[in-house]
């Protein structure tokens, strides 16, 4: 599925998780500099992205975006 939505922010760069079905996903806009995907995941159940921001001088932050597809609970809890 190509993404068709992707405004162009100075300085960040949209990161994100496409969806197997016709609608869902996730995504965030991240500083360009200083980062790792460290996981993207997608299936029919949900779409998962994690990323480390990295700190000069302190601890690196890991940041989550998740979205559980409405019609599949029972798959998302397994």
Same mark, same amino acid.
């Given at each position: 599925?190509? $993404?068709?939505? /992707?405004? *162009?922010?100075?300085?960040? %760069?949209?990161?994100?998780?496409?969806?197997?079905?016709? =609608?869902?996903?996730?995504? $965030?806009?991240? /500083?360009? *500099?200083?980062?790792?995907? %460290?996981?993207?995941?997608?299936?029919?159940?949900?779409? =998962?992205?994690?990323?480390?921001?990295?700190?000069?001088?302190?601890?690196?932050?890991?940041?989550?975006?998740?979205?559980?597809?409405?019609?599949?609970?029972?798959?998302?809890?397994?």
């Amino acid at each position: 599925m190509e $993404i068709d939505f /992707n405004p *162009n922010i100075s300085g960040y %760069v949209f990161e994100y998780v496409p969806t197997p079905l016709s =609608a869902g996903g996730v995504g $965030i806009y991240i /500083n360009e *500099n200083d980062y790792t995907v %460290v996981e993207r995941m997608s299936n029919l159940a949900f779409q =998962a992205l994690w990323i480390e921001n990295l700190v000069p001088s302190k601890k690196n932050v890991i940041c989550g975006v998740l979205y559980r597809q409405h019609n599949s609970p029972e798959s998302f809890l397994s």
